[in-house]
């Protein structure tokens, strides 16, 4: 069974899997950038440095979290990023800690079923449907 840190933005249970260094800190101000592209909602300061603040739920077509928490994910521990400083933040509206996980966990329910697994993030992916939505269009 994976281990994963299980968190929830509004009522969807969402999971990272084990492994890089995950933090829960009160989430601050985020300061807006250009071009944005709705996934990014700014530069926030978290332990000393600028870190990209991303909209997790709208990249999900889930609702805005209403919670006051964020997750922030050290990527080069996860060896999803290039640079050994590289790090992302998204809003949360709480954290459950880590789990086990039954091998169904990231499956959706079938029909007339209620999910009860969380939901099993592909980190590298995601990070890369939001490069490519920051890319500039020619």
Do not use: Y
């Not at 800690?97 to 329910?109: F, I, K, N, R, T």
Request: aromatic fraction near 2%.
């Amino acid at each position: 069974m994976p281990r994963a840190l299980v968190f929830r933005i509004g009522t969807q249970r969402l999971a990272l899997p084990e492994g890089g260094k995950r933090e829960v800190l009160e989430r601050g101000p985020a300061l807006p950038l250009p071009h944005g592209a709705g996934l990014l909602l700014g530069l926030t300061a978290l332990q000393g440095r600028a870190v990209p603040l991303l909209d997790l739920a709208g990249l999900l077509g889930l609702p805005a979290p209403g919670g006051t928490l964020t997750l922030l994910v050290d990527l080069a521990a996860d060896r999803a990023a290039d640079r050994a400083d590289e790090a992302v933040a998204w809003p949360v509206d709480a954290v459950e800690g880590l789990q086990d996980l039954s091998p169904e966990a990231g499956h959706p329910p079938g029909a007339g079923e209620a999910a009860t697994e969380p939901r099993l993030l592909d980190l590298p992916a995601l990070l890369e449907q939001v490069r490519g939505a920051l890319q500039p269009q020619p």
